[in-house]
């Protein structure tokens, strides 16, 4: 750009500009766009359809009161779910034997209400929106539990909010 100062006056300096421009950029554009594919700003970008952000509210709605437990929402403790897998954290929910661990709906529902693939699925979505969001999640559960709001779910305001 800055050479096109230094050319003929005879040349349409403008329309040579631009050629010049799109020659050179053409390669990086094609390799930007293939890029740009594979980019995700949020978790929460995959989710396009209206189906999809209703599964998600119902999911967290049916499930979330006994399964997001402030134990649970610790982000160290959400991070290992997502590193070790969802499916083994709902084969730890099913093989719970201990009499006073409190019950879990999603684990006695696994397999009959829900199946296995969509309660991956979401509850990884719904993990991995809270770990993104978390300094987010932590000051609304602060201003939530001090204001009228205190009804809403604290845990699932990303989705019902």
Same mark, same amino acid.
């Given at each position: 750009?800055?050479?096109?100062?230094?050319?003929?006056?005879?040349?349409?300096?403008?329309?040579?500009?631009?050629?010049?421009?799109?020659?050179?950029?053409?390669? /990086?554009?094609?390799?930007?766009?293939?890029?740009?594919?594979?980019?995700?700003?949020?978790?929460?970008?995959?989710?396009?359809?209206?189906?999809?952000?209703?599964?998600?509210?119902? /999911?967290?709605?049916?499930?979330?009161?006994?399964?997001?437990?402030?134990?649970?929402?610790?982000?160290?403790?959400?991070?290992?779910?997502?590193?070790?897998?969802?499916?083994?954290?709902?084969?730890?929910?099913?093989?719970?034997?201990?009499?006073?661990?409190?019950?879990?709906?999603?684990?006695?529902?696994?397999?009959?209400?829900?199946?296995?693939?969509?309660?991956?699925?979401?509850?990884?979505?719904?993990?991995?929106?809270?770990?993104?969001?978390?300094?987010?999640?932590?000051?609304?559960?602060?201003?939530?539990?001090?204001?009228?709001?205190?009804?809403?779910?604290?845990?699932?305001?990303? /989705?019902?909010?």
């Amino acid at each position: 750009m800055h050479s096109s100062a230094q050319w003929p006056a005879a040349l349409d300096i403008d329309a040579s500009l631009v050629r010049t421009l799109q020659l050179v950029i053409k390669p /990086f554009l094609d390799l930007w766009i293939e890029h740009s594919r594979t980019l995700r700003l949020s978790s929460l970008e995959v989710i396009s359809r209206e189906e999809e952000w209703a599964a998600m509210r119902n /999911f967290v709605r049916r499930y979330g009161g006994d399964l997001f437990t402030v134990r649970f929402l610790n982000p160290g403790n959400m991070r290992g779910v997502l590193h070790r897998g969802v499916g083994a954290y709902l084969d730890y929910l099913r093989e719970q034997d201990d009499p006073n661990a409190p019950a879990v709906r999603l684990a006695a529902e696994l397999g009959r209400e829900i199946s296995r693939e969509d309660a991956e699925h979401l509850l990884r979505m719904v993990l991995q929106a809270l770990v993104e969001n978390y300094e987010e999640f932590k000051d609304y559960a602060a201003t939530a539990a001090s204001s009228d709001t205190a009804k809403t779910c604290t845990c699932c305001w990303t /989705f019902c909010g």
